[in-house]
């Protein structure tokens, strides 16, 4: 058992003082109040502890994640790369005293044959696996279930070829039968409708080619969780498509969705590590501080991030405090005793 208190601990959507962090055996920490840590060797930080930022759309092959976690996140989600390179990032990243953040990963791009993004240059040899029937689907399911993934990444890219509806459907069902989330890339007119009624349950994406419909947001709102990537278009600089997408999102969190922080890294000249552009794009689609913390962390993590200055929840002043954010782990050693 190990002890950790700061000046004040961000946690379970609230800012607490006079709480400590006490972490199990299986890395995981839990706020209990600060009269219960011990005097004799309990870890003191000045700032503001909370669960380890997440960017939940990365690319491994097209970024280094040590500059990323460098940067201040803690864990990643790859969706989409080369099965054997994942796991074996994925077990250097759990090794004690990396410099790496946590992997999470699909392993390879499910895809209709020529599909999406078997044309483009940037996808390395081996990062995508065509699928023709509903056999395929269970196959590639199980391939990347025993190669480690926790998520299956699917495309559906309106802009070349597709899945047909019922071989989505299967390969989304035996994705769920096995325990895995199903991520899809979603891209052109009636993709968002085919990830949907598939049941898949999460976007790598908010959608940005059109406006979607009312009722269609709603009903992603009601079965759905998406990624936000906001940033990938225009890049700061102002882009139709964000408005689409911004448009998108704020309608979506109006109707109770839930939204997770993600940057598609490795897509551009994103910045590594804590993205301000996405923060406040997202505060422009609707989410107060808390939930943008919300959207970027999970409490049962065993990386945690610690914010040197202390948090800043001023709405202005928020996305520059956050990105101030460092990674730590159970061994971590805090600035200041």
């Not at 005293?97 to 599909?115: E, S």
């Not at 700061?236 to 911004?246: M, S």
Request: glycine share 12%; hydrophobic share 45%.
């Amino acid at each position: 058992m190990r002890w950790l208190i700061a000046d004040s601990v961000w946690w379970g959507g609230r800012l607490r003082s006079r709480v400590a962090l006490r972490v199990g055996e299986n890395g995981i920490a839990k706020p209990v109040p600060g009269e219960l840590a011990p005097v004799a060797g309990t870890r003191r930080f000045r700032g503001t502890l909370l669960p380890g930022l997440v960017d939940a759309h990365v690319h491994a092959a097209l970024v280094d994640l040590t500059a990323v976690r460098a940067g201040g996140i803690g864990s990643v989600w790859d969706l989409g790369g080369v099965p054997k390179d994942l796991e074996d990032l994925a077990e250097r990243a759990r090794q004690p005293g990396t410099d790496l953040p946590l992997v999470r990963y699909a392993g390879p791009f499910l895809i209709a044959p020529g599909g999406y993004p078997s044309d483009r240059s940037w996808a390395p040899a081996g990062s995508w696996r065509e699928i023709r029937s509903a056999a395929d689907a269970h196959e590639a399911v199980a391939e990347a279930r025993s190669a480690g993934a926790s998520l299956i990444k699917v495309t559906a890219h309106a802009g070349g070829p597709l899945l047909p509806q019922d071989t989505l459907t299967s390969l989304v069902g035996a994705a769920h039968a096995s325990g895995l989330e199903v991520v899809v890339h979603a891209e052109g007119t009636g993709t968002v409708a085919a990830a949907l009624d598939a049941g898949a349950g999460i976007l790598a994406h908010t959608p940005w080619t059109e406006r979607l419909d009312d009722d269609l947001v709603r009903a992603c709102a009601e079965r759905m969780r998406w990624i936000s990537t906001l940033d990938i278009h225009g890049w700061g600089t102002p882009d139709p498509a964000r408005e689409i997408a911004v448009d998108n999102l704020r309608r979506f969190l109006g109707y109770g969705g839930s939204v997770r922080y993600g940057t598609d890294l490795g897509n551009g000249p994103l910045p590594a590590g804590v993205n301000v552009r996405e923060i406040r794009a997202l505060q422009e689609a609707g989410l107060e501080p808390h939930a943008v913390l919300s959207a970027m962390t999970e409490s049962d993590s065993s990386v945690l991030s610690v914010v040197d200055g202390g948090l800043d929840l001023d709405a202005d002043r928020f996305a520059d405090s956050l990105a101030t954010a460092r990674a730590i782990d159970g061994t971590a050693l805090p600035n200041h005793c």
